[in-house]
């Protein structure tokens, strides 16, 4: 979307206090009006300290495949560097494929694929949405840094610029395993037995650090500490899926 600018805040802002009630003092004055038409106030578009124009992604991918009469296989690698259009958020996922087929004898063959894959994600503390969520809050009359360059406090509490840079990190380390075993057994030459075991894991990690700062008025005065004290957490979960499938299939034409 696009947001009005401060001059434009300003006017409607006050018109709907003055449609409201004709008699109403306007909370910005003449005076206070000026200042933010002439530029001596900022206009802000919170939007930019949240989300790039643009985002680097790097990805390499090796694989190797081969076999012979009774044996193929295949094994692969890949390492991706995402940027998000969002930004202090980063993604980067490993993974490495493995399949091996066996013909043991004229009657069963075997196999096996793996996938294990490790993702590791880095995103404020406070998550995307928080910031996102008061950057359409906070006005655009409001700006994130004093005159003196110190972290600028929007009635008493956080503005967006706020959460996404000193609020905390917070990381995710994801690991995933996901295996089949198959099996084909030929009892006759139009009845086949075939089995599947498969075998899902998940193991997640996420630890956030939310730190303590201060912001301030325009005076350059500490209004209040943000995360007071220093906090932490962690979570970890870890889950498993196993599935197992037997079908006997018949094949005859009559």
């Not at 996938?115 to 994600?121: A, R």
């Amino acid at each position: 979307p696009k947001f009005v600018d401060a001059p434009q805040f300003v006017d409607l802002y006050n018109q709907a206090q003055l449609n409201d009630n004709p008699n109403a003092q306007v909370k910005f004055t003449p005076e206070l009006a000026e200042k933010y038409k002439s530029g001596a106030l900022p206009s802000t578009n919170w939007i930019p300290y949240i989300l790039d124009n643009r985002a680097m992604q790097n990805q390499h991918n090796l694989s190797v495949s081969g076999g012979s009469e009774n044996v193929d296989y295949f094994v692969s690698g890949g390492y991706l560097n995402q940027g998000g259009l969002i930004k202090n958020v980063e993604y980067k996922r490993y993974n490495t494929r493995g399949n091996v087929n066996v013909q043991v004898s004229k009657r069963l063959k075997l196999g096996v694929n793996t996938v294990l894959t490790k993702e590791d994600k880095q995103q404020p503390a406070y998550g995307i949405g928080n910031a996102l969520q008061w950057s359409y809050i906070v006005p655009v009359t409001e700006y994130p840094y004093t005159k003196g360059g110190n972290d600028r406090s929007y009635r008493g509490g956080a503005q967006p610029n706020d959460i996404m840079t000193k609020g905390g990190v917070s990381n995710e380390n994801l690991n995933t395993i996901n295996t089949n075993f198959l099996a084909e057994f030929k009892i006759l030459d139009n009845l086949v037995l075939n089995g599947t075991y498969s075998y899902n894991y998940t193991n997640s990690f996420t630890s956030a650090f939310f730190s303590r700062h201060p912001l301030y008025n325009d005076d350059e005065q500490i209004v209040v500490y943000v995360n007071d004290p220093n906090s932490a957490s962690k979570v970890n979960y870890a889950q498993s899926h196993p599935t197992g499938i037997i079908t006997l299939n018949y094949n005859n034409t009559f």
